[in-house]
């Protein structure tokens, strides 16, 4: 005779195929720790970004490199280039690299190296997080510091001690899981406005992020946990555009800047020089990025750096089983030709 639970019908994990263990935080930070050169750099990294954001530090923040992170080989190559460039221009520019592992899909998609490190759907997340840490370690080792988009709010705790700066994507700048989590980050937090233009949502979530929260996350161990967090005051704004407009211009800028002190936030704006602002077209990029650098010439206090989609190769290309290298499978970049030559002549104008 059936037992009463046994005849009830099934309401628990009814869409879910199969759950798989992962590796805890400890356990990935136990077999690939920081090393003394990473973590000065990081550290180094994080107080620069902060006096950039205090305006201490005149310099221009540039967060440059790949639109996603898919083979750790290139990613190695490009950021050797990069270190190179970033000490000939350091009085004048403070440059870090892009190095997204997290890729936030409209509809369906890769969903990045975490998810998907292999590119065949296996998602083998625990060696997605493996290849990331080892990853950052050895670009901190170069001296060059590290950025990245937070998606899942369970990923910081595997990865961010190796992190100098942090971004919220445009889908997740509204949503309270991301503002919580941003509150607790140990790194400056840009926060991108809303994917239709709209900034008021990163200038809410800024003001929220602020604050300290509560709510339900995970500790080393992996255990469930009530992380509770003392809020962040670095986070600042940056301009994507957005539905088919862009918002790099300097009266976009000021309206921003007008919208930011009049919510009592620091006027502190970084220029997304991809997506909206671009159009999506790599060969956009440029012109984005010559505006502010004139905007930043011409005495704009607002305006404290740029983020530019670059790889080894320009363009992009659609994942397949015999992929170009150096080149990205998400948005199109810029080539490393055009990367020195931006570089360079804004230098020169700086």
């Not at 639109?67 to 950021?79: E, F, K, M, N, P």
């Not at 926060?191 to 979530?205: C, L, P, S, W």
């Not at 006027?267 to 905007?295: G, P, Y």
Request: net charge neutral; aromatic share 6%.
């Amino acid at each position: 005779m059936n037992t009463p639970h046994e005849t009830l019908p099934k309401t628990h994990n009814v869409n879910v195929e199969s759950v798989r263990p992962l590796i805890m935080p400890r356990e990935l930070k136990a077999s690939l720790p920081v090393t003394e050169c990473a973590v000065n750099t990081v550290v180094e990294g994080r107080q620069t970004i902060q006096n950039i954001l205090a305006g201490t530090d005149p310099r221009l923040l540039v967060i440059i490199g790949p639109c996603s992170i898919h083979d750790t080989d290139a990613a190695r190559d490009y950021a050797k280039k990069l270190a190179e460039l970033r000490k000939k221009y350091l009085d004048k520019m403070y440059i870090a690299m892009r190095v997204y592992f997290e890729k936030p899909r409209t509809t369906i998609g890769w969903k990045g190296l975490i998810n998907d490190p292999h590119l065949d759907g296996t998602f083998d997340m625990t060696e997605g997080l493996r290849r990331a840490r080892k990853l950052l370690i050895d670009i901190n080792c170069l001296g060059l510091p590290t950025g990245t988009e937070m998606l899942d709010p369970i990923t910081p705790q595997y990865i961010d001690d190796l992190i100098a700066w942090a971004s919220i994507g445009a889908r997740t700048t509204e949503s309270q899981t991301h503002r919580q989590m941003a509150s607790g980050l140990s790194v400056p937090v840009g926060f991108k406005n809303a994917t239709n233009g709209d900034t008021q949502v990163a200038i809410d979530a800024m003001k929220s992020a602020k604050s300290s929260h509560s709510f339900i996350g995970i500790d080393d161990d992996g255990t469930t946990a009530i992380i509770k967090t003392r809020g962040n005051a670095y986070g600042h704004l940056i301009l994507r555009g957005g539905s088919n407009k862009t918002n790099y211009d300097p009266e976009s800028v000021t309206t921003a800047t007008n919208a930011l002190q009049a919510a009592e936030l620091p006027s502190r704006i970084l220029i997304d020089c991809s997506h909206a602002n671009s159009e999506k077209k790599f060969q956009n990029q440029e012109r984005v990025w010559d505006s502010v650098i004139e905007q930043k010439i011409t005495g704009s206090t607002s305006v404290i750096g740029a983020m530019v989609e670059s790889n080894l190769k320009e363009g992009n290309q659609k994942l397949s089983d015999n992929l170009e290298y150096g080149v990205s499978i998400t948005d199109q970049c810029i080539g490393w030709g055009k990367t020195e030559q931006i570089l360079h002549a804004a230098y020169q104008k700086l």
